[in-house]
């Protein structure tokens, strides 16, 4: 991530965090080590310095959240009994004890308060003072815009069949205007996509039918490389990858030269907003 002096304020990494029982409602999420990478945590730490230990109460600290990792099942995190594998990455600065398995804490170790003013003040000394970096604002926005979109995503309920004292007659009928719909969807699958059998199916199919599938498959990888490596190269150069992203449009369009010498506005077909500043595409 690109550096800056500047840290971010609280209200942003307030915007960031993630609680328990926010990262509980994750956990059965496919990409949940991908979603919590890059938000914060205010979890509980030990001071290597024991002199450095606040007298009384809990010692909480805010730390940047780096991923997610399984482990040994274990359970305290829920008052439902619920137990889990997922062990949470955080970033350890050289003045906290190493946990059990290095840098990695249960959620049993995350709190569900939101983080205070004098637990922001040491997390930038603690920045500061071990010469890491701060995120810059483009990039925690980009963050947050992520991690909003994903939990949109995952709040969104399917519609249900048969809806609260609807009447039977309207209930069909717009049973029967989804089924249309769908089969609109599936005859556009069907003209736009390459229908392939059953992994079961193929034994049944004959030497010259498998042949014939396999040069077909192979075209349509060329292709689809092709057609990948055209879709990821830069918009004014048409050389290199893209690798930057273009604030506040947040379009990645740029390698690292082309934006390092980019004026007015940003290149993506459709896309005229002024181009205010470039940084490196956030990666997990």
Not at 143 to 153: C, H, I, N, T
Not at 187 to 195: G, L, P
Not at 214 to 234: G, V
Request: proline share 5%; with cysteine.
């Amino acid at each position: 991530m690109a550096s800056t002096a500047t840290p971010p304020s609280l209200e942003m990494l307030n915007k960031l965090q993630l609680f328990r029982t926010t990262l509980v409602t994750f956990l059965e999420w496919k990409n949940f080590s991908d979603v919590i990478t890059g938000c914060y945590v205010r979890v509980l730490l030990e001071m290597r310095n024991e002199d450095t230990r606040r007298e009384g109460g809990d010692r909480y600290y805010i730390t940047c959240v780096k991923g997610a990792q399984k482990g040994p099942v274990y359970s305290g995190f829920s008052t439902d009994g619920a137990t889990t594998e997922w062990h949470v990455l955080v970033e350890l600065p050289p003045c906290f004890k190493s946990t059990h398995n290095g840098n990695v804490v249960q959620l049993t170790s995350i709190s569900n308060s939101p983080f205070r003013a004098s637990e922001y003040q040491s997390w930038i000394e603690n920045v500061k003072s071990n010469r890491q970096h701060f995120p810059s604002l483009p990039q925690l926005q980009f963050r947050l815009g992520m991690l909003e979109e994903q939990k949109q995503q995952a709040l969104t309920l399917e519609p249900r069949r048969r809806r609260n004292d609807e009447d039977p007659e309207a209930a069909q009928q717009r049973e029967r205007k989804v089924a249309d719909i769908r089969a609109k969807i599936e005859r556009e699958i069907a003209d736009t996509h390459v229908k392939m059998p059953l992994i079961d199916n193929l034994k049944t199919f004959s030497l010259e039918a498998l042949q014939e599938m396999e040069r077909e498959i192979l075209d349509l990888i060329t292709k689809a490389r092709m057609a990948i490596n055209e879709r990821s190269k830069c918009m004014i150069c048409h050389n290199r990858l893209c690798t930057e992203i273009c604030y506040p449009c947040k379009h990645q369009v740029l390698c690292k030269d082309c934006a390092a010498h980019i004026r007015g506005r940003c290149p993506a077909p459709g896309c005229r907003l002024p181009v205010q500043m470039t940084f490196e595409a956030y990666t997990s």
